[in-house]
C-alpha cells in the first residue's frame, strides 16, 4: 500500500526531509509516496536479504545490503525510489557524491543487483522503475511476483507466481523467469542455490 505526502519536493528536498528510521519513503515526479508493505511482503523480501547476505559473506565479495538505500533515476531531481532489497558494490561508493550523507545512489555500476517485491502497484515495477533501472545501467534487476499480480503481457497465462531476472546485455535487459521448482540464476551469485518454490513460500 502507499500513502501519499501532500507536498511536492525536488530530490534534494526530499532527502533533507527524509525522516530516517520513521517509515520507507520514494519521490515520484515531486510526490512522496510513504510506503506500507504487507507483512508477507517483507518476509519475501527479508529471505532474499538473508540469502544474499549469507552468499557474500561465504565468498567475502566486496558488496553491501543496505538496510535502506534512494535510487536516482537519469535525467530528473523529482523522483528517487527505495528498492525492497539492493546489493551495492562497496567500492564503487567512493564514487558516489550522494552516498555518504544520504545513502543515495545515482549511478548503476554502483549497484550488483537491485530487487522490488511485487504489490498492488505492480505496474511501476514491471513499467516505471524498468525503464529506469535500464536506463540507468544497473546489470541485474529482479522482480519477484509472489502472488502472480503482474499483468499478463509480464508473466503470462494463466498468472501464476513468477520471479524474473532481466540481466543488462548491450545496454537493454534480458529476461529469464523461473517458477516452481526452478533454481534462480543470477550472474551476480552464480552460486545461489535457491528455488522459485522457495521464495513463494514465505509469501503465502
Do not use: C
Not at 6 to 30: H, S, V
Not at 36 to 60: A, C, F, Y
Not at 67 to 85: F, H
Not at 134 to 146: A, F
Request: aromatic share 12%; net charge negative; hydrophobic share 35%.
Amino acid at each position: 500500500m502507499v500513502q501519499t505526502v501532500p507536498q511536492l519536493m525536488t530530490l534534494d528536498e526530499f532527502l533533507d526531509w527524509y525522516p530516517d528510521g520513521y517509515g520507507r519513503y520514494e519521490l515520484w515526479n515531486g510526490v512522496v509516496i510513504e510506503m506500507q508493505p504487507t507483512g508477507t511482503h517483507e518476509q519475501v523480501g527479508g529471505l532474499l536479504g538473508v540469502k544474499l547476505g549469507v552468499e557474500i559473506d561465504r565468498l567475502s565479495l566486496p558488496y553491501i545490503i543496505p538496510r535502506q538505500a534512494i535510487v536516482k533515476p537519469i535525467d530528473t531531481d523529482k523522483s528517487g525510489y527505495s528498492p525492497d532489497v539492493i546489493v551495492l558494490d562497496q567500492f564503487s561508493l567512493n564514487e558516489e557524491p550522494l552516498w555518504k550523507k544520504h545513502s543515495t545512489i545515482t549511478q548503476g555500476k554502483s549497484i550488483r543487483v537491485v530487487i522490488e517485491v511485487v504489490s498492488s502497484n505492480w505496474r511501476d515495477d514491471y513499467g516505471h522503475k524498468f525503464i529506469d533501472y535500464e536506463e540507468l545501467g544497473i546489470p541485474e534487476y529482479w522482480i519477484v511476483d509472489y502472488l502472480g499480480l503482474g499483468g499478463r503481457r509480464y508473466i503470462g497465462s494463466p498468472k501464476t507466481p513468477t520471479f524474473s531476472v532481466y540481466q543488462l546485455v548491450d545496454g537493454e535487459y534480458q529476461m529469464q523467469q523461473f517458477r516452481g521448482s526452478d533454481r534462480i540464476i543470477s550472474l551476480a551469485f552464480p552460486e545461489l542455490n535457491l528455488k522459485a518454490e522457495q521464495v513463494f513460500a514465505v509469501g503465502v
